[in-house]
């Protein structure tokens, strides 16, 4: 039976003295001579490799010279003590079986210390290198903990839908999804598409959010939250955006403003507290490779409450900073990712949460106050990345959610379903979204969200 390396590093006491041990796993470094070889391997369990030794005279020496950087191997030998530095224990092997092997003239990965942008190029084997098999535990770690956080306050776990009729969020541009042959669209006599042949009789797209039926399901099951996948459309190719993300967005019914930011804030800072203390060994390796500063900046975001300030505020800050920006700072504008990290790294030197942003950059959802000029909007901005969490407390009157829909031309028809939550026993609500690789960016110190999810979807990019 098989040992992964994790429990020969992490619990080696469940081992006796000089037992048998059989390890799987692809080969990272081989050196050889005439008496002895050296066969690091790594099988994905943990950062770490466990070494191979092998006594060469007691192997065919065709047997070894297959054994290269890349090559895949079942090792059965005895456990033993290592006398060298930085490892416990090595595997004095007796056999050894070639699963797979790796032409050392072709295997891309054969040398250490590529670029980021070559290793988007082998997306497929990128996760045997050590910076992304780092990345993607974390991403399990975090998934995990995301549940567990949820699961314990008693929220329950909604599965929104993919595909939606609903057009009418307005978070971004959409995918379309249409089973239409596209050489030969239907027409209505007017000459428009006629979608009442397509697949769902009606014009469909892949979700921007899970916001809206989270909200129905709130104002039933109290607390849920939804985590999945989320597509935008934008041309945009920036670090921070991927046309495919993944979202968790809890919603709450009898929760205003201030609760929604005190939750958002425990589980932000649940997230950080969880990965220190169940991904110490990859994070150890993050800070060391990646970003220097990493695990001190995941000790800060949790040592401290969070600012918590107004978007007037911050706008009052940001003119009188003196500060060059590439885009001006004038109320009523959203704040760009270089204000926001001004506001982070360089004022208060803290997370901040922003409240009340003005009414015409937020969406028809989010409540009005009674200046009519402001909404109950949160933004939660962090170092490095600037806006993580996006939020609000939900317009629960029916007659204001109406008038502001017509005032942005949405017909009320193709909310009908959602109206009917203000209809029939309305209430107080909030929720937010926090972007999963938005949050992967934090704790793991990496710089662009292409390098943290496993196949990017970006513009002119899905290739694996
Ligand atoms: O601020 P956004 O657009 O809010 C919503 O979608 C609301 N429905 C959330 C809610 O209240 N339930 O998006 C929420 C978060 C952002 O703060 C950001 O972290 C992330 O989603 N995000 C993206 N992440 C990756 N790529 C993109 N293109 C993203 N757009 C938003
Ligand atoms: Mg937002």
Known sequence: ??????????????????????????????????????????????????????????????????????????????????????????????????????????????KKGHSMEFLREIAHLRPRTNTFGAVFRIRHHMTFAVHKFFNDKGFFNIHSPIITGSDAEGAGAMFQVTTLDLNKVP??????????????????????????????????????????????????????????????????????????????????????????????????????????????????????????????????????SGQKFEYPVEWGDDLHAEHERYLVEKHFEKPVILTDYPKGIKAFYMKQNDDGKTVRAMDVLFPKIGEIIGGSQREENLEKIREWITELNIPEEDLWWYLDTRRYGTAPHSGFGLGFERLML???????MRDVIPFPRTPQNAEF
């Open 1 to 110: 039976m098989r040992t992964p390396i994790v429990e020969l590093i992490k619990t080696p006491e469940q081992f006796a003295a000089e037992q048998i041990i059989n390890v799987k796993g692809w080969v990272r470094t081989k050196r050889q001579n005439k008496e002895i070889a050296f066969i690091a391997i790594n099988d994905g369990s943990i950062i770490h490799n466990i070494q191979i030794i092998v006594d060469v005279p007691n192997f065919e020496e065709e047997l070894l010279k297959k054994i290269t950087t890349g090559s895949c191997i079942s090792a059965i030998g005895i456990l033993k003590e290592s006398p060298a530095s930085g490892q416990a224990h090595e595997i004095h092997a007796t056999e050894i079986e070639i699963y797979g092997t790796a032409d050392s003239e072709k295997y891309p990965l054969q």
């Open 187 to 320: 027409r209505t006599k007017e000459g428009e598409v006629d979608y009442s042949e397509d697949f769902f009789g009606k014009e469909t797209n892949l979700t921007v959010s899970g916001q809206l039926e989270a909200e129905l399901a709130a104002m039933a099951l109290g607390k849920v939250y939804t985590f999945g996948p989320t597509f935008r459309a934008e041309n945009s190719n920036t670090a921070r955006h991927l046309a495919e993300f993944w979202m968790i967005e809890p919603e709450v019914a009898f929760i205003e403003i201030d609760e929604n930011m005190d939750l958002a804030e425990e589980f932000i800072k649940y997230l950080v507290k969880y990965a220190l203390d169940h991904c110490s060994d990859d994070l150890e390796f993050l800070n060391k490779m990646v970003d220097k500063e990493l695990i001190s900046r995941l000790q800060a975001v949790i040592a401290h409450p969070f600012v918590r300030a107004t978007y007037t505020e911050a706008v009052e800050i940001l003119q009188k």
């Open 442 to 448: 934090f704790v793991t110190g990496m710089s662009n």
